[in-house]
């Protein structure tokens, strides 16, 4: 480890130049203002170009970073002299250490040593001593630490963390929420880091499970803090390295605001209360538990949605019955309209801190793994999801 340390904190680099170059095309993409461009820019780092193609779409100017323009060869090179150190192994830090190391990057994976993680990562060949080491150790010996622990264990562990960062480190992070509500998590680096932010869109058993189908998963990446003014093509180099995809640039800010919302609303709070709710009136109304499953769950997961992912919403509209049509389109007006204030009120409360208070609180209360365990075996004992199992296993 002595030599490790030797060898961390390479960053200083000369700097990018960066210029605008290349071509530009524009695109009437089923007649919106759609218009991509591509740009490069050039970088002196080590053959590492940043390249990004640019699209206006409603107005709003938004820039990708697409994966084949940065072959593996040039990540490695860009990060060869860089520990990755990875604080947490839940869903995010197995799934990213895992691809980092796969694909021939320099990581180490820091845990506390009683945690359940540290048996998991033991079980996955990490070895303690070599690549598995405490957080304090492993923070002290990494140049780029990817804060991977549960957003509340990242408040717990932050002073570890804090002492460890050295000048020209890299703080990565896949959520927003710790330097967002700092006020509330303390969580406040020195202005001499690299502050970071990618964000795969998908849980990190996806980003893993893609991974070893030859698959990638689009993420969201954000620069903070750019101490060494090469924060990006480290940030790049690293969401390509932990199996991005598609990179879309935000903020920390946006990227918590729309996560905490998405998944109050539409990902998880809102399809749970949509679903049970159709389920529930179509029992009182008399319909067997296979029929009002079947025309809730069922039908929605194998046959519609799947649909509106393949071509799209208007795609799927249009692939239906026309009696099916009709009452679609005129009911979803009615439910955008009672739905939109909900979101509304949603995304003021994640705005104002209110969320991230309740989550805190929850998770520093030492019976909430009680409670929730509770919470979820109410939703396993409610009718729809056991009959949901019951005709899973007659597919
Ligand atoms: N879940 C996802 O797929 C997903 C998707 C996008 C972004 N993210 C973000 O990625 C980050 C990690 O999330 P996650 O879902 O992978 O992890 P998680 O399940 O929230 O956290 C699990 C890890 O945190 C450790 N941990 C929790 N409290 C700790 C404490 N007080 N001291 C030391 N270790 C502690 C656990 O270790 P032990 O086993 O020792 O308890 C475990 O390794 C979060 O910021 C999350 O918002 C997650």
Redesign the pocket.
């Known amino acids: 480890m002595a030599l490790r340390t030797a060898f961390r904190k390479t960053a200083l680099r000369k700097s990018a130049l960066y210029s605008l170059s290349n071509f530009q095309y524009r695109n009437d993409f089923n007649n919106l203002n759609y218009q991509e461009n591509n740009f490069e820019i050039p970088n002196n780092v080590k053959d590492f170009d940043i390249k990004f193609h640019e699209m206006t779409i409603g107005g709003q100017t938004e820039k990708i970073y697409k994966h084949m323009d940065y072959p593996l060869e040039s990540c490695q090179e860009l990060l060869a002299e860089m520990t990755i150190s990875i604080?947490?192994?839940?869903?995010?830090?197995?799934?990213q250490a895992l691809n980092l190391k796969d694909n021939g990057f320099d990581v180490i994976v820091g845990?506390?040593p009683?945690?359940?993680?540290?048996e998991?990562a033991k079980q996955d060949g990490w070895l303690p001593g070599k690549n598995l080491f405490d957080?304090d150790e492993a923070s002290q010996e990494s140049s780029i630490i990817q804060?991977?622990?549960?957003?509340?264990?990242?408040i717990?562990?932050w002073p570890i963390i804090e002492k460890n960062l050295q000048p020209n480190d890299t703080l990565y992070?896949?959520?927003g929420?710790?330097l967002v509500y700092n006020d509330q998590t303390k969580i406040i680096p020195p202005k001499n880091v690299d502050v970071v932010l990618v964000?795969?869109?998908?849980?990190?058993?996806?980003?893993r499970e893609k991974f070893l189908n030859k698959e990638r998963i689009n993420c969201s990446f954000a620069i903070e803090q750019d101490y060494t003014g090469h924060a990006r093509e480290n940030t790049l180099a690293l969401g390509f390295g932990i199996g991005g995809n598609n990179l879309f640039e935000t903020t920390f800010k946006n990227e918590v605001y729309s996560?905490l919302t998405g998944e109050r609303c539409v990902l998880m709070g809102l399809i749970q209360g949509a679903f049970k709710a159709q389920y529930d009136v179509l029992r009182e109304q008399g319909h067997s538990p296979s029929e009002a499953f079947n025309e809730t769950v069922e039908e929605a997961l194998i046959s519609l949605y799947p649909m509106v992912n393949e071509r799209g919403m208007d795609w799927m509209f249009e692939n239906c019955s026309t009696t099916a049509q009709r009452g679609a389109l005129d009911w979803s007006r009615k439910f955008y309209d009672v739905l939109k204030p909900e979101i509304e009120n949603c995304y003021q409360s994640v705005v104002s801190g209110q969320e991230t208070k309740v989550v805190i609180e929850a998770n520093t209360n030492k019976n909430y793994r009680h409670q929730l365990q509770q919470e979820l075996n109410e939703i396993n004992d409610q009718e729809i999801w056991k009959v949901g199992k019951f005709l899973r296993q007659l597919r």
């Open positions: 604080i947490g192994y839940g869903p995010q830090g197995r799934g845990l506390r009683e945690g359940h993680s540290w998991l957080i804060y991977l622990l549960s957003d509340a264990g990242q717990e562990c992070f896949s959520h929420f710790g964000a795969p869109k998908g849980p990190g058993i996806k980003l996560d």
